[in-house]
């Protein structure tokens, strides 16, 4: 039988879990990476892969403040 307290605390989780779930969406949704909040259906064209090499930059942009490209911009 479930103690008092965790009859308590599992709605909350369920409440918590569903508010992020939802905020996720919505902001993959403004963000364009998927086609609706509704569904997680993948916009097409969209390249939602971070290559190694993208991450070590971006960690290095965080640390420093300053992103620096291998590649020109032009």
Known sequence: MLKFPTVV?????GVMFSTFEFCKRI???QNGYIMS????????GV??????????????????????SKKPTL
Do not use: A
């Open 9 to 13: 605390i599992v709605p909350y989780f």
């Open 27 to 29: 902001c993959l949704y």
């Open 37 to 44: 909040p509704l569904s997680y259906k993948l916009t097409p």
């Open 47 to 68: 390249d939602q892969s971070l290559k190694p090499q993208e991450l070590r930059e971006l960690k290095k942009f965080f640390k420093t403040g300053q992103l620096k």
